[in-house]
């Protein structure tokens, strides 16, 4: 079998046009990528706002649920031994 003796000819502009084609169509997709992401992740100031809106809805109903439960076992305590202690004198 014969050696090849020619070089490969390569058109050195088309070759970087190609390349710089591929980096700015790569580049356009990441910038779009980043956008969304941020514009799904929303700003800083809303996602504070969202944060401290939780906070203080957990913390009303905590609070909420804490007085009810202090009422009612006051209610229960208070009412179960003299239920009863009129079962047993009767």
């Not at 070089?7 to 088309?14: G, P, S, T, V």
């Not at 700003?43 to 909420?64: E, F, I, P, Q």
């Amino acid at each position: 079998m014969k050696a090849r003796t020619r070089k490969h000819i390569k058109d050195e502009a088309l070759l970087i046009s190609m390349g710089e084609s591929i980096g700015s169509t790569l580049g356009a997709i990441a910038g779009r990528a980043h956008a969304v992401q941020q514009a799904l992740s929303g700003s800083r100031v809303s996602r504070t706002v969202k944060r401290d809106g939780r906070k203080l809805v957990m913390t009303s109903n905590s609070a909420g649920r804490k007085t009810g439960r202090r009422g009612s076992r006051r209610a229960a305590s208070s009412a179960k031994p003299s239920a009863g202690s009129a079962r047993s004198k009767a």
